[in-house]
C-alpha cells in the first residue's frame, strides 16, 4: 500500500544554516505530494505541494521537487530562521485511487532553529 | 474566516469511559476527515464523512468507535470504552469538495487515558 517514510528527528540548525528534510514514498498510483508544517499548540497547515513528477511546490523560501526517478520529495531551505522551528510532515494523496480521500502522512521531523 | 475549530483541546477519561471529540469545518466544508496520531507515528487516516453521511470508514477500528457529521453542528468522534490504547491526537481537517487535494486541519484533540 501507500506509504510516506520521513527523516527522524529532531533536527537542530543554527540560525541562516541550511535545511534538508528528506522524504521518500510508496505509492501504487499516480501521487500528489505535500509538505505540512506544525507550529506548537496549532495544527497542520499546507506548506508546498507538488501534483505531478518534476513538479517543484515552493513556498516561503522553502522547496521540494517531485523526484519519481528516486521516489523523493525532501524539503530544502537556504537559510532558515527561529520562526521556522516547527514540527514537519510529508504526506501524499492518490486522487486515482480508491483511497484517494486518505493523506498519508510520515511520522513529522522537528525542527528546532536556535540564535 | 475562522479555521477548523476541534474541542476540547484536551481530554483526560479513565478507562471504560467514552470519549466525544467535535470538529466544526471551515465555512463552506461539508467534507470533513479524522486522523489518529500515536506517539511517535504519523497521522493515520480514520474515517471521511459528509454531511450526513460516512464516505470511508476504512481506517476506523471495528469496534468502540463511531463517527457522524449531522446536517447541524459539529462532526463528533466518539470512543466507547476508552482503553489506554487510545490515548493520542486527534486531527480533524475540513475540504471545499470530494478528492479536493487542499484538506484544511485543526489544532486537535489530545485524549489522555488514564
Known amino acids: 500500500g501507500d506509504s510516506v517514510t520521513q527523516m527522524e528527528g529532531p533536527v537542530t540548525l543554527s540560525e541562516e544554516a541550511f535545511l534538508t528534510i528528506n522524504c521518500t514514498y510508496t505509492a501504487t498510483g499516480y501521487p500528489s505530494l505535500f509538505w505540512y508544517v506544525q507550529y506548537p499548540g496549532e495544527g497542520l497547515q499546507l506548506l508546498l505541494k507538488a501534483t505531478k513528477a518534476d513538479d517543484k511546490g515552493s513556498n516561503k523560501g522553502f522547496e521540494a521537487t517531485y523526484r519519481k526517478e528516486t521516489t523523493s520529495f525532501h524539503l530544502e531551505k537556504g537559510s532558515v530562521q527561529v520562526s521556522d522551528s516547527a514540527v514537519y510532515f510529508c504526506?501524499?494523496?492518490?486522487?486515482?485511487?480508491?483511497?484517494?480521500?486518505?493523506?498519508?502522512f510520515g511520522t513529522g521531523t522537528s525542527l528546532t532553529v536556535i540564535p | 474566516n475562522a479555521g477548523v475549530m476541534q474541542n476540547p483541546r484536551h481530554l483526560v477519561r479513565r478507562r471504560g469511559q467514552e470519549a466525544r471529540l467535535r470538529c466544526s469545518p471551515m465555512k463552506g466544508h461539508s467534507h470533513v476527515y479524522w486522523y489518529r496520531q500515536l506517539p511517535e507515528e504519523g497521522l493515520k487516516f480514520m474515517v471521511y464523512l459528509q454531511k450526513e453521511n460516512i464516505i470511508d470508514e476504512s481506517g476506523m477500528p471495528k469496534e468502540r468507535f463511531s463517527a457522524e457529521f449531522p446536517k447541524e453542528g459539529p462532526s463528533i468522534l466518539r470512543i466507547q470504552q476508552v482503553v489506554r490504547g487510545d490515548s493520542a491526537a486527534y486531527f480533524c481537517?475540513?475540504?471545499?469538495?470530494?478528492?479536493?487535494?487542499?484538506?484544511?486541519f485543526g489544532p486537535g484533540t489530545r485524549l489522555t487515558v488514564t
Open positions: 481537517a475540513s475540504s471545499e469538495g470530494h478528492s479536493s487535494y487542499e484538506q484544511y
Open positions: 504526506a501524499l494523496s492518490d486522487p486515482t485511487q480508491n483511497t484517494g480521500n486518505q493523506f498519508y
